[in-house]
């Protein structure tokens, strides 16, 4: 039924699980799946070198996250790719799936954000309101 699957992952228990249902659908579909990182932009005021040495860490620490998932669904035999993008999650969420046709969105309810909503993360909430394709989110 889908063939392109993307999965918002931040490495928190939500998203893992949302990687999980991907894998397994991906799996069972004969889809692949896109994991994606998205990191806000770092402030100017950090000034250089402190800009650029900030911005290394949370590139490495993001693609050390990415490599780790995108391993998970190679072993169990799923195309998958990942990328990191700078931007606010929601927005960079939802430009990727609009610009590379996904079929669905699977993502955590919440992630490691700073501010937690009631019910569902301020990004999954928004993700799920604007997308234009399904959106499943997971507990």
């Known amino acids: 039924m889908f063939k392109k699957i993307l999965v918002p992952y931040d490495g928190s228990h ?9 894998i397994h659908m991906a799996r069972n579909d004969g889809a692949s799946i896109h994991i994606m990182y998205a990191y806000d932009q770092l402030p100017d ?31 169990q035999g799923v195309a998958v790719t990942s990328d990191v993008l700078e931007g606010p999650a929601a ?6 799936a609009e610009i590379e046709n996904f ?16 019910l569902l993360g301020s990004v999954s909430e928004r993700v799920l309101r604007q997308a234009k394709i399904p959106v499943m989110i997971m507990r």
């Open 14 to 22: 939500h998203s893992e699980r949302a990687l999980e249902t991907a």
């Open 45 to 75: 005021y950090l000034g250089e070198p402190n800009l650029q040495e900030v911005l290394n860490r949370v590139l490495s620490a993001a693609r050390a996250l990415m490599d780790s998932a995108a391993q998970q669904a190679h072993d």
């Open 91 to 96: 927005e960079a969420i939802l430009r990727v």
């Open 103 to 118: 079929d669905l969105i699977i993502m955590g309810s919440r992630g490691l954000g700073h501010l937690k909503g009631l």
